[in-house]
Nanobody, 115 residues
């Protein structure tokens, strides 16, 4: 089982930037897709961005143009660069890896955006 661990969360003011990292315990190429999801307080979990083994990306409409997902296969890490942060981006951000019916989730990292 691939273990995923997020890092890079924290607190930032509106308009600021943060970079998150999702590190895998083994080659991320074993995963067909790795994605970032978030769970805002009192709301359901939602997809933020995904990247597949071919490097194709997908973004939620709410983050398009502000967030960027990328991967470094050599470091077994997927990144989420978040710019122009808004208060509504406040959430626990989780990393998810999938391959067929298999999925693995990280524990999450808190991102808080305040004015």
């Amino acid at each position: 089982q691939v273990h995923l661990e997020e890092s890079g969360g924290g607190s930032v003011h509106t308009g600021g930037s943060l970079s998150l990292a999702c590190s895998a315990s083994e080659s991320i190429l074993s995963l067909a897709e790795v994605g970032w999801y978030r769970q805002p307080p009192g709301r359901p979990r939602e997809m933020v961005a995904t990247i597949n083994r071919m490097g194709n990306t997908n973004y939620a409409d709410s983050v398009k143009g502000r967030f960027s997902i990328s991967r470094d296969n050599a470091k077994n890490t997927v990144y989420l660069q978040m710019n122009s942060l808004k208060s509504e981006d406040t959430a626990v951000y989780l990393c998810r890896g999938t391959h067929g019916f298999y999925e693995s989730w990280g524990q999450g990292t808190q991102v808080t955006v305040s004015s």
